[in-house]
């Protein structure tokens, strides 16, 4: 099969297009024949180990030392069943599927083993794959996140990067559960935004939302703490009494197969979206990842992978 591997830590160019053994299924693992992924910020993190030192050290240990161990990243794929490992049952060959895996990663290649009882759904007909792909890491995070922070209908929320992969679904499931959005953004990406269900959005190199006199539940930073401090700095004048301030950087995840069924009914709906920047094919992968390493990226970058033998 063909899979791009990360051969050191570095800059895009340290992807590499490669032919690789075809894996086989373990016990209670289902093979998947892999139509479309995408790039994550998490990924390029990943990739290019672009951390403050301390954390760099902690993912060196964790990851690999000078390459990451498990060479071919990717942590999103929508696909096809192929085949099934001793003792799997839940799905069956031939059905579509598509899910998240942040620990093992193995979707930037034309096939991956993952358990059977990791977040994986069957993807809904409505959606094609490279629709499918672009749910898992912005919807699940975006979901928990909401979910950690007892968002009620009825209340304000901002979101600050309302046009990423998390802003975009964290927009559309706050107005799906009956939330007032402000979503915070580039000038380029306001009517995006608008279009997704926020009611008011703010252009955040002409105006601090925390100077605008408005009040808000919640206080959503969907592009991470790395990024964002400088620019939330003032966030807690803007609070309503009792408000919360959350970020997508917050703890760790609990991430379920249940939420990634109940985003692909959304989605299959028309209640959610999946906004799709890019697509670039299997061998431009590197070039996916210059493109999102830029930071201006709208939602998801998706990549199609070529099937092959």
Known sequence: MRAVVCTRYGPPEVLRLEQMETPTPRRNELRIRIAATAVSSSDCYVRGLNLSFAYRIMARIALGW????????????????????????????????????????????????????????????????????????GGLLALHVLRRANLRAGQRVLVYGASGAVGTSAVQLARHFGAEVTGVCSA??????????????????????????????????????????????HCERALASGGKRVSVDDGRPKLLAADLLLLGELAAKGEIRPVIDRCYPLEELAEAHRYVDEGHKRGNVVIAVAQGG
């Open 188 to 233: 380029a990406n306001l009517e995006l935004v608008r279009s997704l269900g926020a009611t008011t959005v703010v252009d955040y190199a002409r105006e601090d939302f925390s100077d605008r006199g408005e009040r808000y539940d919640l206080i959503f930073d969907a592009v991470g703490k790395r990024k964002s401090a400088t620019a939330l700095r």
């Open 66 to 137: 000078s390459a990451p161990r498990r060479k071919v990243l990717g942590m999103v794929l929508s696909g096809q069943v192929d085949a099934l490992g001793p003792e799997a049952g839940s799905f069956k060959a031939g059905d579509r599927v598509f899910g998240f895996n942040r620990h093992l990663f193995g979707t930037y290649a034309e096939y991956v083993c993952w358990p059977e009882d990791g977040l994986l759904a069957r993807r809904p007909a409505a959606l094609t794959d490279e629709e499918a792909a672009s749910i898992p890491y």
